[in-house]
């Protein structure tokens, strides 16, 4: 408000109406219409006082509208509230930010028409919506956007009969040509095919992405027995229409398919693809063209390649030169051959660009070793980011008649024992969090430098192939090694692991696995037989202990249980103990580190802190110290503790919450 605004406004009065009304004893039918109209001016002139004085006191509305409507929609973005409209708790604060929320067009323009009782996972917690209170926020948001380009969302439109009908008027927003930028759409084959249609009848001048995914096919990811063989549909996939491409959509620069084919001959200036085809769909062209189609896309950014195993190179040993000056990220999933001819076939890559290769089937050690030194050299372009850290998982590969099976590190019964899947990544800094994609995407984001997963065949030992992709790739600056998404890790694998990877002197792993008591093992040999120290620092993640399974003390054939929680202490213990044994033998260990703790609640975790915490128990026998939590203590630090971060560059995100729900409901 102008200070001349204010100033008419505190000179305004009564209107003279209601002075005459007063002074003349009107009757109360006469007089009340009039109170009614000053007190609702009152209460407006109140309101404006009160703005201007908030403006005056709180920095935040010295801020111009259209800054505060720049910020709310960055708060939205990072929070992941777009869509479920959870960002609207900001217009509650007060009437500014109430007014400039709703005049946001870009705030409203993010539309979502998922039944949210056909989701897999409620990462948003939210409750399953009636139809006509989802069809009245629908249209609330269309009236809020305006003209703004619309980023729609559907994923069961179609899914239940009664949705179904209810959501039909909605659907004409998905080829409105004047207002769709972007469009994730999934759904049955039937409503996703008619919508496909639909849209292909018109022109689409904004449209700048599109998502499709055929939700035909469910893949079992997890621990425990294998299920039944679920019901497959036709394998006959969903062609994405022609007209969706080219001279139609001109403005189009990234698609995701998934069971979806397309024209690789219309595919050009995209700036990411995402095609991910199954063993019951495949592309329905050649590997030559998919390579020229990559070709026409010189400003590619962001690809992910996911060929089915029954998709073969056509003859040809190498491919076309594939320019692609401007990647950031890439994953190959195919078989070993195709991985490597599509991969070697690019140049002109930026050193900073992030690869992932994933051979769908089992590989020859030849194989493997091709794909790890391709990998190799692309980490050792100059300028390339340094790789710290190593991660490894592993997962057992089962058939089940209809394809290929995975199950991390866990006791499954009930299927075919294929082979075992090795994943190793390299990354430039140590994540506090574990991420719960290994080894399934393995996309490679956040520290991800580069990564190979491969299926070696059955006459090959696991740690042979670990530690020839370990000698192929940079890592002589590597000095951490990340275990936590695995179990189990049996001797061979450590020795193949510090043999090749000489450097290390940290890793990290869950103090509830098995793979801490096979470290001991190995530690406690080594110090036994060369009176030597392997590793400097240990860090236990407690993060998921409270997520593992029950398991025997005795035992298959014992009734005793453990908790992971009682598993994890009893291994704390043995871990203690190694570290008195170095130390008498001069070679202590710097430090044990406990990480996640705080997590869990006081009564669940590791160590319950209080001020009288007796904390030279822990780090009497080690070199430095022991650190909780970020924070170092020994003799010197005393109890407060002095900060100590293992985890530099590592970043927090509200995607660390969906990490946590997700490995807490898949492993």
Known sequence: MEKQALLSMLQDLAPSELFEGVESAQSAKELLPLLDAELQRCTN?????????????????????????KIFVIYAQDQLELFNLRWTKLLLVCRRWYDVGVSTPKLWSYISLVDPSATAFHFSGNAQLPDARLAKRIEAQLARAGTAPLTIKTGALGRRSDASESMK?????????????????????????????EMARHRHPVLKEI???????????????LPTTPHLPSNTPIPLPDNLLGDNSPKLSTISISGVTLNWALVQNLRALHATFDDNTTPATSLDNI?????????????????????????????????????????????????????????????????SLLSATTSTPQQISRLSSLLGTHGRIDGAPTIRVVSIA?????????????????????GDLRSTQLCVAARTYLDRQRHFDMPFAMTPTGSIRMCLTAIPNNDTQPEN???????????????????????????????????????????????EAAALLTLMDFLTTALREDGRRIVKNIILDMGEVSFGHMSSLFGGGGVLQETPNVRARVCLMRLLQYCTNAAQAGVPLDTIELVNDNVHQQGDRMIQTVPETDWSELYRDLGEGFVYEGFLRNVSTGPEGARKDSFVGSKTSAHNEVHRYARRYIF
């Open 169 to 197: 008027p909605y659907r004409s927003v998905f080829w409105n040509a004047g207002s769709l930028a972007s469009l994730s759409l999934s759904g049955d084959k039937t409503n996703v095919t008619a919508t496909l249609n």
């Open 211 to 225: 998502s499709i995914v055929y939700e035909g096919i469910r893949f079992h990811i997890g621990t425990g027995p």
């Open 45 to 69: 002139r109140m309101q404006r006082i009160q703005q201007y004085r908030n403006k005056l006191s709180s920095p935040m509305y010295t801020l111009l509208p259209e800054l505060l409507s």
């Open 465 to 511: 192939v670990l530690a020839d992709i370990l000698q192929s790739w940079p890592l002589a600056s590597a000095t951490c090694l990340d275990i936590r998404s695995c179990r189990s890790v049996p001797i061979e694998i450590w020795r193949a692991l510090f043999d090749n990877a000489p450097g290390v002197t940290t890793v990290i792993l869950r103090p």
């Open 394 to 414: 592993q997962g057992a590969v089962f058939a089940n008649g209809i394809g290929m099976t995975i199950a991390i590190n866990g006791n499954v019964q009930g």
């Open 291 to 355: 390579a020229d189609a990559l070709a026409r896309c010189p400003r590619l950014e962001d690809l992910q390649m996911m060929l089915p195993t029954s998709f073969l190179p056509n003859g040809a040993e190498t491919l076309a030169s594939i320019p692609l000056r401007s990647l950031r990220k890439a994953t190959i999933r195919a078989n070993s051959d195709i991985c490597a001819a599509l991969f070697q076939a690019f140049t002109d890559m930026p050193c900073r660009a992030r690869i």
